[in-house]
Each structure stands twice: as C-alpha cells, then as structure tokens.
C-alpha cells in the first residue's frame, strides 16, 4: 500500500508561512508611510495655513496696514496689559475684545516671534503693577496698554479703544459701549513707534475754494492722515510766496473751484518736474483752465463733462450722478482693492489718458465707473430737451475717473528713485466727511502712501468695529421664548418618536 506526501506540507509547529510574513510586512510599511505623509502634511500646515473670522462684525479680521506694519517689524515688540477686568473703570468691559486682538497681532507678527504680551492685573500683582507705573509713568487707577518697540514705548488709555454713548449717564447709568477701535488706535501707535523718523508732511493748497484735511467739512480724513504719522499743514503760493517748502513730502489739491495764479502754476510745475508728487482732486463744477493744462501735460486730461447713468422709473428716466466706481490692478495703490467699489458722490468728470510710449509719462488707470456710467458733454440741458448722449463726443464705457502718472524712474510703486509722481481724480466730494466711506478712505489713504513712498501701508484701512444691537419688543420676545422653549424640543420629540417607531421590530 502507497502513501502519497502532499504538495503542500503543513508548517512546522510555531514557523509562519511565508506568504502569510510578506503581508505583514507590506501592511507595515504601508502604515509607515502613511505615518510619514501624515506627519509631513501636519509639519508643513504649521506654517501654511488660513485664519478667517466667521463673525458677524469681523471684529477681529485685521486690515492690510495693519498686517503689513507687523510683517515688516525689525525687532521684537513688546505689549503690555494694565488692565484689571474686575474692575468698573470705564473701558473695562474692553479686556475680552482687546486679548482677542493682541492675540490676532501676535499671528502675524512673524507667527507669534516679534511680538510678546504680558497681562497685569494691579489687584492681584500689586508690586510688579507699581514697578511698571513708576517706569512708564502713568496713573494706576486706569486701565492702560504700554506698547514698546526699539527702545520707545506710548502708553495707550483703554477707553480710547471704545466709542461710547454718555446718553446714559444723564440718569446715572454708565456710559454704553456702541463701537470698538482697537485696531484703529493699536495700529496708529504702532505705526508711530515704528517709523518715527518718517513724520511725512503733507500740503494742501489754499486760496482758492480748496477743502483742509482736519477743518469741516473733511475733519474724518484730517483723523486717518494723524493716526497714519502724516502732517497737515496749509500751504498759499498767493502774494508773492510761490514757493514749495522742501520738507513738502506731497502737494495736493482737494477741489480747486477757481484756477491758480500763472505763479502758482510755474511752482507747481517746476515742484513736479523736480521729483515732486501731486494729487489733485477736481472740482468738476470749477473753471480752473490752467490746472487742466498742467494736468494735461502730464499725461491726463480732465473731460468737460459729467458721469452720468439714466435709469428707468417706470413712465421716465432718472439721471443717476452718483458713480459707482471699480479698481483696476497694476497699482500698489489699488492692488488691495480689486473687486471692491467705490461710490463717488455729487460731480464727476471723466479723464483721457496719454497712452504715447514715446512720452517720458507713464500713465495708467485706477479708477473706472461700473458698466451703465458714461461721460455726458451735454449734462447742462441747456436747450430743456433733457439730458441726452452724443455717440461721438461723449465717453462710453470704459470711463476712467481716477489715473495716476509717473516722470522718470521706475514704474513700480515701490521704487521711487526720485521719480515724480500724480494721482488724479475727477471727483472731490467723496472726501466729505458726509459722504466718505470705508473704500473711499481706503483708497486716499493708499495714494497717500504710495506719493509719499510708504507702499508697505496701502491697501484697506483699521476701521471701528460697531457693535450690533437687536432691539425687541415684548411681543417678539415672547414669540422667541415660545419658540425655544416650547416648538423647537417639541419638533426634536416629535422627530425621535417618528423614528423609533420605523425602527420598531
């Protein structure tokens, strides 16, 4: 009788089959490289990630300036926190809002690197609370921020971070808190600490029917140019005085409603011929020949007309005057701003740029009105027929209303090398303090800093952060309780029910 050995013998005793080792060995190294990649992934989102603020306010989303002014610090900055959040100072219902802030600085001054907080609280620190007032100097029955940065430091009061109602205090109540401005007034002292050297001065021409930064009715942009380390000083070339002082950073002019003397014109001429950097903002209702042949042999040339839109209002057509503007790119002026508008209140002209590459100006656009706008030369109505468009003298789309020039040098903003320089708009309402809005404000505040060589601050401003207030009667608010308390948990009840009894056996 034969007995036949089979094919495949079994293993000995303890001894794995060898198939059976080789998965797990490939199980192992699979799990090893996924270990690898994972960790790779989380080691290189440490540094590469995206922060976004999801609240209704944005209260804590920082702006350009102030992201720019904490890239661009050179050595540590320090802050400090006397603060005490028991106490019933005013400003002390500001300590949560104003850690969420420095923690928010703190990202993006080099992730966390150049920028260290310490929080005091004088109750329970009392000998080091004495230790900082004695060497700043400061009252220490207030609630302050000390901010130090190479060697100089401001101390900053709290309450100026929150706009207040004193309505309340007429019947003994405190002051309500209606809007915070941490980052407004944060990032102005930053500013100020980090470039004290670089006080920029800034001249408005007087005389003849022009607006003054400070002075009603532009008093909101005499504020943005003092927290942004920006002097603002009068300047009269009448009477024999043509003459631009040297300090003079930029020379503007905001709505000259009359045109300047042939002596101010050989100044502001020679002023900008020389390296020197202009803005001009047009009052299109003014008779001001001469500043639009200055304007003109520089590249851009102000339109005798006005921006207009009709609109259907059912049996008629209205005339829209306010013009809604849109940013080109291409500007550090306005890269920031691309996808935003800009409204442009009351009169507006539009400009014709010289494109001629053989002219020693580059000129470029900024600002152009939104599809709809166009440039009507018979906006007067003068023969009562109403206002009415020309296909051949009037401006169709696209209607530039804001341009700037360079003279010499580089055409990039951020390289000067002595390069004269113009920012023209054809409107100089928006300024007004009744009419000037966030974008509004972020735009003027970028061609500031770019004339005056600070390209590193353009882009959008610090603004207040108003808080928002529901206001219900007692009607609304019983209809809310009755909601919450008693339709939503009968609705989840419900629901429960319903699907234990499809899920019954």
């Known amino acids: 009788?034969?007995?036949?050995?089979?094919?495949?013998?079994?293993?000995?005793?303890?001894?794995?089959?060898?198939?059976?080792?080789?998965?797990r060995l490939r199980?192992?190294?699979q799990i090893a490289a996924?270990?690898?990649?994972?960790?790779?992934?989380?080691?290189?989102?440490?540094?590469h990630y995206r922060r976004y603020d999801l609240s209704r306010s944005h209260k804590f989303e920082l702006s350009h300036q102030s992201k720019n002014t904490l890239w661009n610090l050179k050595s540590p900055m320090r802050v400090i926190v006397y603060f005490s959040p028991s106490?019933?100072?005013?400003?002390?219902?500001?300590?949560?809002?104003?850690?969420?802030?420095?923690?928010?600085?703190?990202?993006?001054?080099?992730?966390y690197r150049d920028m260290t907080v310490e929080s005091v609280d004088p109750l329970r620190e009392p000998a080091r609370a004495r230790q900082i007032q004695a060497e700043y100097k400061f009252s220490g029955e207030e609630n302050v921020l000390i901010v130090e940065y190479a060697g100089r430091s401001t101390v900053i009061p709290v309450p100026e971070m929150g706009e207040y109602d004193s309505a309340p205090t007429q019947y003994g109540d405190r002051p309500r808190l209606v809007a915070f401005r941490g980052e407004l007034i944060l990032t102005s002292a930053l500013i100020a600490l980090v470039e004290p050297g670089s006080n920029k001065k800034a001249y408005f021409l007087q005389g003849h029917g022009e607006g003054l930064p400070g002075v009603p009715p532009m008093q909101l942009v005499g504020q943005n140019l003092k927290r942004q380390n920006i002097?603002?000083?009068?300047?009269?070339l009448a009477g024999g005085n043509a003459v631009i002082p040297d300090d003079a950073a930029l020379v503007a002019i905001a709505g000259a409603h009359f045109d300047p003397s042939a002596e101010e014109l050989t100044a502001l001429q020679s002023y900008w011929k020389r390296g020197g950097h202009l803005m001009v903002l047009l009052d299109p209702t003014g008779e001001t020949p001469g500043l639009d042949a200055l304007l003109s042999s520089a590249g851009i040339t102000p339109r005798h007309d006005r921006v207009l839109r009709l609109v259907s209002l059912g049996g008629a057509m209205g005339i829209l005057r306010d013009v809604t503007g849109e940013f080109f790119g291409g500007s550090e002026i306005t890269g920031h701003l691309v996808g935003l508008n800009i409204l442009f209140a009351g009169n507006t002209c539009s400009l014709a740029l010289d494109f001629d590459p053989q002219a020693p100006e580059k000129t470029r656009p900024l600002i152009r009105a939104i599809h709809g706008f166009r440039g009507c030369s018979n906006y007067a109505n003068a023969d009562g027929k109403g206002v009415t468009f020309d296909p051949v003298k009037d401006n169709f789309f696209p209607v530039i209303i804001a341009a700037m020039t360079d003279l010499g040098g580089v055409r990039d903003d951020r390289v000067s090398l002595g390069a004269s320089r113009m920012v023209v708009v054809g409107n100089c309402e928006f300024l007004k303090d009744k009419f000037l809005a966030g974008t509004g404000l972020d735009f003027l505040s970028s061609a500031i800093n770019t004339l005056t060589d600070r390209t590193h601050l353009t882009g959008t401003t610090p603004k207040i952060k108003e808080f928002f207030t529901l206001n219900l009667d007692?009607?609304?608010?019983?209809?809310?309780?009755?909601?919450?308390?008693?339709?939503?948990?009968?609705?989840?009840?419900?629901?429960?029910?319903l699907v234990l009894w499809r899920r019954r056996p």
Request: no cysteine; proline share 8%; hydrophobic share 45%.
């Open 34 to 47: 996924a270990l690898v990649v994972t960790g790779s992934v989380l080691t290189w989102s440490f540094g």
């Open 231 to 236: 002097s603002v000083a009068p300047l009269n």
């Open 87 to 111: 106490s019933m100072a005013t400003g002390s219902e500001l300590h949560g809002d104003i850690m969420g802030l420095l923690r928010e600085y703190q990202f993006y001054a080099h992730h």
């Open 1 to 23: 009788m034969s007995t036949r050995t089979p094919s495949n013998p079994s293993p000995e005793p303890g001894k794995r089959p060898a198939p059976l080792r080789a998965v």
């Open 27 to 29: 199980v192992a190294l």
């Open 474 to 497: 007692e009607q609304q608010i019983r209809f809310l309780a009755l909601w919450t308390m008693l339709a939503v948990p009968l609705g989840a009840a419900l629901l429960g029910a």
